[in-house]
């Protein structure tokens, strides 16, 4: 069947980009990874970003934990590599914060630039936390405890820690990435667990829902990326951006959210405002593929990369709709999935020397070659194929009892 | 002949972009001007920007003060607008120096954003000294030398007052953007004038022109756009970018202070290397053009705008090739200018509504349909059509008498 065979796909790719990071990335010198990787594994930077080292052991860790054809010693001995390397260098002494981290660090880990935003941070958390559950390091779950604690002080009660100067003009902005990434991080701290920290992380999360909630304008007719703190439109460019492949990652997360709380309402809202809108708005119909950016009204983004076509808005496409799939079984969601398959399979992935190209042109031509880069890791395509075989698993298996 | 048709062409073209930005940028009710102008005229964004304000102010002033035509009430009143805005707003209080100016202000001049860089303080400096020029306001011209006094501290003393943090992994690295813009600010401050001031100002000029000259490297066979501070070749990406039109814009400024002192030699290089190695490297030999950013070894730039074609590259290669041809009169120079001249009219300029677009793709295809946005003011194309229209009368008026 076309499921058996979208599932076939995902394990065979998921394989190769495996392989790929582990030939390439690994610095068995310095410990932790290279990234910038150019499109047949050389190496053409050195410099560590922290968001990839983190992300990388975070899904070293979560293929080891939870597939078996990955449960191998050298998965670990990767993931522990690159977790020791973050624990070493990603913290900044005297920053004002003993857990501010670098947005970038030399191959020997030396601090290069820091970013007065908490996403450094969010995917130290991430790997920490998910490489304490693999090995029963407790101390390291503790640390990834406590850089949420700090991340939740940030967000929620005084960013000044993160150092950005106070500005008169500089009214404050919810991004929806924020309360994205602490929702990611509810689900990943709290997975099979329970107990009082626990109870605090669900208030957490379910204040990340509402904020989430927030980036619906219109009546329910768009999602914007930034609103006000009172979640209202904000004026010109900022306010009227819209990101869809930001908003189909938005929506999985609800729908994943809704299902574990049994919260049907969010569930819908997910798939019919989450999930449609940026497909509607997001989509190029003239050459396929879901354009970076777009302003609601219509007037053209200033972003330079606006029209461009990037692998990640098609990863999170594609888990968003099967995962809607899986759960509704309405056809019309399974043939989202096939379309956004049929694109991303045919454009982004490269079967000469495998992984996947991440920058397109409009028209679909590659652009910018390498496989990794200061923004692409092993990250967006392993979880993506990783969640898809994960859900055409439990579709077949269903089928098949 | 060919020259009176591109004069006739640079003037007219001149006319209609004045005409535009007096059109639509002015903003009656607080003062200073809109940057974010549709492709129509439409105002689509209220943020002012600081870059853009001083530029704007500088560029009506030397109109003003140096084209007949321009020497209008309308043009010096827009022009003492902007300057009272940015001297109301754009210095940020409280920033730990009385000097920094912040990036961007709402419309009614709070400020918004601060880089930790030096261009905003250079744009005011530039913009203060050719006002103050234009009205005798001494006042004003004490506070760009004062501004200037801490530019020339924060790069060759002591940064700390930029606000960046100092981080173990970041070893100075000298951008050829910062001896660039201050060669350009002691360009604009001892213009026609003597003293001590200036004699302060021409030192700093000649260590401007040695740290320019240090980003020529490999042999004298590669413009690279940073470099370490004993003047070496960087690692990695930073150490490889090429950035072909800020090259152009070097050799023109780098000719123009050799012909100012007698200079040769450095006349020489600023022609041989700044303006033919970014042309070798540079041009798109298969759609036309100047790229944006290449990797002198020929990797994949990380830049996600690398390819495509941007105004302000061809603004400069057109002043460069042509200053070059006027005081060289080699007849390839001029080939190179008309080769230019013919892709950036046919390209970027819209005879439809007036103004040029700013951003294409590889192919040459319109992008961002804007006209003004949060980097492109008033500033690249009438100074490129001015400058130009300058050279040509030069050129023209000789071979007349």
């Known amino acids: 069947s076309a499921l058996q065979r979208y599932r076939e796909q995902m394990r065979t790719e998921l394989d190769k980009v495996v392989d790929f990071w582990q030939k390439y990335s690994h610095d068995t010198q310095y410990g932790g990874f290279f990234t910038c990787i150019g499109k047949d594994g050389k190496i053409y930077d050195e410099l560590k970003y922290v968001w990839l080292q983190g992300r ?98 940030w967000v929620r009660v005084d960013p000044s820690g993160l150092g950005k100067p106070q500005l008169s003009g500089d009214t404050p902005v919810c991004s929806m990435a924020v309360p994205m990434m602490l929702l990611c991080l509810v689900q990943q701290l709290t997975e099979a667990r329970s107990g009082e920290e626990v109870d605090k992380y669900r208030e957490v999360g379910g204040w990340c829902v509402k904020q989430i909630l927030q980036h619906l304008q219109r009546g329910g007719t768009a999602i914007l990326e930034s609103v006000s703190s009172e979640g209202k439109e904000l004026p010109g460019c900022e306010g009227r951006l819209q990101n869809p492949g930001h908003a189909l990652e938005a929506g999985w997360f609800l729908l994943q959210y809704g299902l574990e709380n049994g919260d049907q309402e969010l569930q819908r809202t997910a798939v019919d405002k989450f999930m449609e ?98 923004f692409k890791g092993f990250f967006h395509v392993p979880r993506c194929l990783y969640m898809c075989e994960k859900i055409l698993d439990s579709i077949l298996n269903k089928q098949e009892t």
Chains 1, 2 share one sequence.
Request: net charge negative; glycine share 8%; proline share 4%.
């Open 277 to 374: 809108i940026p497909f509607l708005t997001g989509w190029d119909k003239e050459h396929g593929g879901l354009l970076y950016f777009l302003d609601v009204d219509g007037y053209c983004p200033t972003q330079l990369e606006w029209s461009m076509k990037l692998w990640w808005p098609h990863c999170e496409a594609l888990i968003a709709y099967l995962m809607a799939y899986s759960h509704t079984k309405e056809p019309a969601l399974l043939d989202r999935f096939s379309q956004v398959y049929d694109y991303t399979f045919s454009h982004f992935s490269d079967a000469e020397n495998g992984e996947w190209f991440g920058y397109l042109t409009q028209q679909g031509k590659v652009t910018l070659d390498f496989k990794g880069g200061p």
């Open 56 to 153: 990388q052991v975070w899904m070293y860790c979560r293929l080891y934990r939870t597939m078996e054809r990955f449960n191998k010693p050298e998965i670990l001995e990767a993931a522990k590599s690159g977790g020791a390397f973050l624990r070493r260098f990603a913290r900044i002494p005297n920053s004002g914060s003993p857990w501010k981290c670098a947005f970038c660090l030399t191959r020997d880990g030396k601090a290069l630039k820091v970013q007065r935003t908490i996403f450094s941070e969010c995917f130290y958390v991430m790997a920490m936390d998910e490489l304490a559950r693999v090995t029963g390091d407790k101390d390291m779950q503790a640390e990834a405890a406590q850089m949420m604690d700090q991340l939740v002080h």
